[in-house]
């Protein structure tokens, strides 16, 4: 399908980017492309104007930063799955970014796209919330962070204010005990279901494509807080949540899914 | 002379790298949409949103008003340019029923995509843009979905023809006798099998282009087509233009599978349309659209019912299916089930058969040709019902189809359905592909598993299939009603140069004629495949021809291209004999060159004799300059390939999940002119038939919503889901052509289903009698698995 017609901007600089778009509430920044362009392409997205911040290449990086580990927004989902400090560090988002989409979406996509999307089904954003990740985003009046628990406000919406860029994500380092089950039919393919999961101190326990946002699992979560044997938490994976039903699943198959792959990931984590 | 024209110098067989695979890869290849036309209009359709509708009114006023935008055109607008209604070429029976079906529908809309207006403009944004503004006020109607319910008649979506029946059509040679059969059996397996629809998807997306000349009134179409010849006479016909006038041309064609196979509203559209504006006008697909609106194939009830004796030996085959047209025909949509017709026996000797197939029309994109066309569907249906037998039997899957097999010493076979299938040995080729997996192996792994109680269950799945290609001769076809035959043209022409050109009608589209057709030239005349062209798919060229599907090319095609060689080879020689002073009988030839039997030093290359017969200074009286023929073949008979396909999958008990582990496929289609070819051609069939027992299909809801028109929602399988497949082969040549082959393009799709079903079964066997239809999702067999526990 061919979007509808839009203007055209390019930053070379987040300060740049932020004035370009100003307080045009019908424009939108533009990274990778791979979320954005199928919507336009299908016209669900129909924004009057796109700011290209897609060769800030100062915010693509992976970096130690004292306890923590700092990714720039801009970064592909390709080089975190190749990041030596990832796979040292964090191999959960090395691991998760290496599962999105096929090769050429992980040359395309970015982490900050990809988490400032807020699609319930995108795996970065539940490796974040696992991790307890803390997002910066800058504005016309500087910067601010944003826990990535109180980030996902509804179906395709996130605390970012339009004129609002990601630019950082920061994680904790030396994370031994994770999980990732991502299951889908195809390997180029969205999750069906997935769970990230991460023990570090607290055992936390994200889910994909369980609901109009990434989510926590707070059913299995608070489960093994109380004790719980794994099975018995990982029966509580669906507690409390709206899974969506569709062509690769019914909201009954989905719960279920979650309870086998929670069921999996605690085990993983020992 | 006859042992010249056999002679061969061993370039068929060798694995060749095509040759048009640089240009395709490297970006140089053109396609339709590549075209660069100055000055042409694009056009777009508007398309109904609802699968059975009333066209209340249509408004184009804002569409007209939209910027770039040249004309508007209803149904109405438009009549008087039609001579005819879409070509549907096959009336199966006398009293069959076919609706009106125009480029824009009129009055009503008939599935989702049906086409009810044409915007007319100068880009195709533009164009997009107005086709969202054309108002068109529906009112919508039930949707008439499910074939079953189609057939009560509760809602009739042509009114005109007074039910949603379209036809029937029944084989049954011997009625008394099958009932005898089904009454005296020791054992009776009946079964229920859909084939769900599927959408072709090929890689390059539908596109045309016209260009009318500067003069004289002719018309150039280009299209992505694999009927450039067949869509000539479809569209002077329809759009009432004189055959001679219009010349098409199909540049390189992004694959087809059947879908391409069709006359489609966009050509007859852009024909017109050329022919009213006086200037260019073109139009490519959107996938969405191709979704909906090129057609789909299978979507088929399938009732089978098999009569064996103790031993399991077949008494009996009777099949009875539903058939979904969809809102219409289109050129072959009413046939597509009947290409299956004889072959719900598969490669087993029943003493009786009989067949009967009900066509029904639905609020659904057309279908047609697709992949095997009706092939797949009764290979699916015997092999599937096959794996039942051998259970009520209690015999090994193995075990119950070698019981059956034709014998080899039966062939030339005269089947129960009227056939004769031309050779066969199947035998063996089963007992090569057993070894070669290592059958005994995987049942010891798979009870092993099932010993220490694993949750990933191992399971084996077994296809033999046999099928008819070679599409066709004349005299069948004409048996069965349909209006063409079934031959193909060749010449071969060799210039002054030396240089051969080899003109087909065969029209590739990701088969590699090109590379084969100058194989086959090139083993007879022992000359480089570098010095030979294949020339095609353009109606000045190769002026007659029968195009390419139903794995027809090589078998009928490649045969024309041989005797065409064998010809010119023979009139070389007459003018060698004359030259070299000798008797044609005494002539040698190797290499390229002619010598005389015990004269090693008079001899002359083809290249000389190709440049006297070009300059006529010195021939035998009476033969006529230059080198060339042409012949056009008509096959005696249809080619009968056949093979041993065998799936391996795990199953996820706990999430439904199938792993394909292992495929192996050891198909027979005779010689192999080129056998790197020929795994090609078996590993996208399998892709594909893979691709229906596991992923694909077209869901439509309760209203007729197409509800995957993406590639998001609709499941191809990539390479990444695809074992590297384990191909072996057996050589049984077919008597009917001279170069004994039998075709391969659809091999892989027919055999495949049933394997990976009758392997999902296999692995669930123990837990209990798995029900499951295509695609096999994680879903279903999860459910699958809960039914039988329950
Ligand atoms: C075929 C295909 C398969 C895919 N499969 C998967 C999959 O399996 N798993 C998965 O998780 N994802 C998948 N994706 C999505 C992919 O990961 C996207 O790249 C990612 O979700 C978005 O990143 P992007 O850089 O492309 O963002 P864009 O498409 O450029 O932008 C997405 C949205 O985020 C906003 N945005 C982008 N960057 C910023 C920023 N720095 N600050 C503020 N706002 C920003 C944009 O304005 C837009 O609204 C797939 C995509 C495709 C096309």
């Not at chain 1, 299908?42 to 060769?55: E, F």
């Not at chain 2, 010449?491 to 240089?499: E, G, Q």
């Not at chain 2, 009988?585 to 006297?612: R, W």
Request: net charge negative.
């Amino acid at each position: 399908m061919y979007p509808a017609s839009f203007n055209y901007l390019r930053a070379s600089s987040v300060r740049e980017a932020i004035s370009m778009i100003g307080d045009n509430e019908d424009a939108k920044f533009i990274a990778g492309g791979h979320s954005l362009v199928p919507l336009m392409k299908l016209r669900l997205a129909t924004p009057s104007t796109l700011v290209d911040i897609g060769r800030l290449t100062d915010l693509s990086y992976v970096r130690e930063d004292g306890g923590q580990i700092a990714i720039g927004a801009l970064t592909r989902h390709r080089d975190l799955e190749i990041s030596p400090v990832l796979n040292a560090k964090a191999p959960i988002i090395a691991k998760v970014a290496g599962q999105v989409g096929d090769p050429s979406v992980r040359h395309k996509g970015t982490i900050g796209g990809s988490i400032a999307h807020g699609d319930g089904a995108s795996d970065l954003p539940a490796a974040a919330l696992a991790l307890d990740a803390v997002f910066v985003a800058e504005g016309p009046s500087g910067r601010r962070e944003i826990k990535s628990t109180d980030f996902h406000k509804g179906f395709l919406e996130t605390a970012l204010a339009p004129n609002e860029v990601l630019v950082e994500i920061r994680i904790p380092a030396n994370i031994k005990s994770w999980s990732f089950q991502k299951f889908n039919r195809r390997a180029q393919d969205w999750a069906i279901v997935g769970v990230a999961a991460v023990k570090n101190g607290s055992t936390r326990v994200a889910l994909i494509n369980m609901g109009s946002t990434p989510l926590r699992a707070a059913g299995t979560e608070s489960a093994i807080q109380s004790g719980a044997s794994l099975k018995e938490a990982a029966s509580q994976a669906d507690l409390g949540l709206d899974p969506p039903g569709d062509l690769n699943a019914t909201v009954e198959f989905r719960r279920h899914l979650a309870h086998v792959l929670v069921g999996r990931a605690l085990e993983e984590l020992g | 002379m006859t042992t010249i024209a056999n002679a061969s110098s061993g370039v068929i067989g060798q694995p060749m790298l095509r040759r048009e695979d640089p240009k395709l890869l490297s970006g140089e290849a053109r396609f339709t949409d590549d075209l660069k036309i100055p000055g042409a209009l694009w056009i777009g359709l508007v398309r109904s949103p609802f699968a059975n509708a009333k066209i209340i009114s249509i408004d184009t006023q804002d569409a007209k008003a939209s910027p770039g935008i040249v004309a508007v055109y209803v149904a109405s607008d438009l009549q008087s340019e039609w001579a005819g209604p879409i070509p549907s070429a096959w009336q199966v029976t006398p009293d069959m029923k076919s609706p009106a079906h125009y480029p824009l529908a009129s009055g009503k809309a008939n599935y989702v995509g049906d086409p009810v207006a044409v915007v007319v403009g100068n880009s195709p944004t533009e164009v997009a843009d107005a086709v969202a503004l054309v108002d068109v006020s529906y009112e919508e109607l039930p949707a008439v979905v499910d074939l079953e319910e189609a057939l009560t008649d509760a809602n009739v979506i042509h009114e005109e023809l007074g039910t949603n029946k379209c036809y029937v059509w029944e084989l049954n040679p011997n009625p008394q006798g099958i009932e005898d059969a089904f009454k005296s059996a020791a054992h009776v397996v009946k079964e229920r099998y859909i084939q769900q629809r599927l959408i072709p998807a090929a890689m390059e997306p539908r596109s045309v282009a016209v260009v009318p000349s500067p003069m004289g009134g002719d018309y150039t179409l280009y299209s992505a087509t694999q009927i450039p010849h067949i869509l000539k006479v479809m569209t002077a016909l329809t759009v009432g233009i004189s055959e001679s006038k219009i010349r098409v041309i199909a540049p390189s064609v992004g694959g087809g599978f059947g879908s391409k196979l069709d006359v489609y509203p966009e050509e007859l559209l852009c024909l017109a349309l050329a022919r009213k504006h006086k200037v260019p006008v073109r139009w490519t697909e959107e996938r969405t659209e191709g979704a909906q609106a090129t057609i789909q194939g299978r979507g088929q009830v399938q009732h089978i019912e098999l009569a064996a004796d103790k031993d399991g030996k077949l008494l009996g085959v009777r099949a009875d299916i539903i058939a979904d047209m969809g809102g219409y025909q289109q050129l072959i949509t009413a046939g597509v089930p009947l290409l299956g017709a004889f072959l719900y026996h598969g490669a087993y000797h029943t003493p009786t058969y009989a067949f009967k197939c009900t066509g029904v029309y639905t609020n659904k994109t057309p279908t047609d040709a697709y992949r095997g066309a009706g092939r797949p569907e009764a290979t699916y249906a015997i092999e599937r019902a096959m794996d039942s037998l051998a259970k009520t039997v209690g015999v090994d899957p193995a075990e119950i189809r070698r019981r059956n097999f034709i014998p080899t010493e039966s062939f030339p076979y005269n089947s129960p359905a009227g056939l004769v299938f031309d050779s066969g040995n199947y035998g063996p080729n089963l007992d090569q592909a057993l070894t070669a997996v290592g059958y005994d192996t995987l049942r010891a792994d798979q009870e092993k598993r099932r010993a220490e109680g694993s949750t990933k269950h191992l399971g084996i799945g077994l296809s033999f299939f046999v099928e008819m290609c070679g599409l066709a001769p004349s005299r069948v076809l004409a048996s069965l009603n349909y209006a063409a035959g079934g031959w193909e043209s060749a010449t071969v022409r060799i210039l002054p140069t030396s240089k051969v050109q080899v003109v087909t009608g065969t029209a590739p589209h990701g088969q590699g004629h090109e590379t084969v057709w100058a194989m086959i030239v090139a083993d007879k005349l022992g000359i480089s495949v570098d010095d030979i062209e294949v020339l095609h798919s353009d109606t000045s060229i190769a002026p007659h021809g029968m195009d390419t599907y139903g794995s027809r090319s090589l078998s009928v095609g490649g045969s024309a291209v041989h005797i065409a060689t064998e010809r010119v080879l023979e009139k070389a020689q007459k003018i060698a004999a004359h030259l070299l002073e000798a008797s044609e009988d005494d002539l040698e030839y190797q290499g390229g060159i002619f010598s005389v039997k015990g004269s090693p030093d008079k001899t002359m290359p083809l290249a000389a004799i190709a440049f006297e017969a070009f300059t006529a200074h010195n021939l035998p009286d009476g033969l006529e300059p230059n080198l060339e023929a042409t012949t056009t073949w008509d096959p005696p008979n249809f080619t009968f390939p056949f093979g041993s396909h065998i799936a391996v999958v795990e199953v996820d008990e706990e999430t439904g999940k199938v792993e394909l582990l292992r495929y192996m496929a050891v198909d027979d289609c005779g010689p192999r002119v080129n056998p790197l070819i020929v795994e090609g051609q078996i590993h996208g069939g399998l892709a594909q038939g893979i691709g229906q027992a596991l992923y694909e299909e077209a869901v439509y809801d309760s209203a007729g919503n197409l509800l995957n028109a993406t590639f998001a929602d609709y499941l191809l399988p990539s390479a990444a889901e695809l074992p590297t497949f384990e191909l072996g082969n057996t050589v049984t040549p077919s008597p009917t052509n001279p170069l004994g082959v039998k075709g391969i393009g659809e091999a892989g799709a027919i055999a495949s289903p049933p394997a990976v079903m009758n392997a999902i079964v296999d692995a669930l066997s123990h837990i209990g009698p798995i029900q499951i239809e295509m695609p096999a999702s994680p879903e279903r067999v999860w459910k699958a698995i809960q039914a039988v526990r329950a």
